[in-house]
């Protein structure tokens, strides 16, 4: 019995999702946004993600905003613009690579201009903090969120839920639901979503469509692959 129970546990914290997104890159000549991130190096890549937003304006060439840096640099502070492969994981070090969202078209056109917009005024371009935030992800959940681009980062992007030291809310990246948080405890509700309970930035919870456990380790979930 207690065998079984170290194997369930092993399970659900190592994390499964079915049906995941294959991550490839658009060949034609449309507009695209994609959201992506890896895991970081060990220790931590079980635990901790970086995220980008990548983006290919109409017959362009393929361009991202990351926080890929903890020291502010004129003019977008910690932010940082590249024209480069999406797929290139250079700031992550190299762990395993995940596509979270997608976009194309008149969609993407109008995604990739509020993404110029809006990089430069981010709120917190001139501090970085790994935990528990500002950090690359708490910049990428603040982009999705400017720019309409309903998506979610998975539970394992630590900082994604960082809305201010003593206390913040907002809507939440996948556009159905509201968020409060502090820097130790938070709670997110949405229709699609579903609950999450955040402690010291980690998320526990249940994802209601596609069904899953909410999981702050491995791919950040058990069950089926986010929208």
């Not at 910049?139 to 913040?168: N, Q, S, T, W």
Request: glycine residues 12%.
């Amino acid at each position: 019995m207690s065998a079984g129970f170290a194997l369930g546990a092993s399970v659900l914290t190592s994390g499964c999702v079915a049906g995941q997104r294959p991550v490839e890159v658009p060949q034609d000549a449309d507009a695209h946004v994609l959201l992506l991130s890896a895991a970081l190096p060990e220790p931590v890549s079980a635990v901790a993600r970086h995220p980008w937003l990548a983006y290919r304006a109409l017959g362009g060439d393929w361009e991202r905003y990351e926080v890929a840096s903890s020291r502010p640099v004129p003019p977008l502070g910690v932010v940082r613009w590249h024209r480069m492969d999406p797929l290139e994981d250079y700031a992550a070090g190299g762990g395993d690579v995940r596509l979270h969202g997608s976009w194309h078209g008149n969609e993407a056109t109008e995604a990739i201009l509020c993404l110029k917009r809006e990089a430069p005024s981010y709120p917190y371009r001139h501090s970085y903090r790994a935990w528990p935030g500002p950090n690359s992800n708490t910049f990428v959940d603040y982009m999705l969120r400017e720019c309409g681009l309903h998506a979610d980062l998975p539970a394992v992007a630590i900082g994604k839920d960082y809305r201010g030291l003593i206390f913040g809310a907002s809507t939440t990246s996948g556009g159905t639901g509201i968020q409060i948080e502090t820097a130790i405890l938070g709670v997110k509700a949405g229709l699609t979503e579903g609950v999450e309970v955040h402690l010291f930035q980690m998320a526990w919870g249940i994802d209601l469509w596609p069904p899953a456990l909410i999981l702050p380790v491995g791919p950040g979930r058990f069950g089926f692959d986010d929208r």
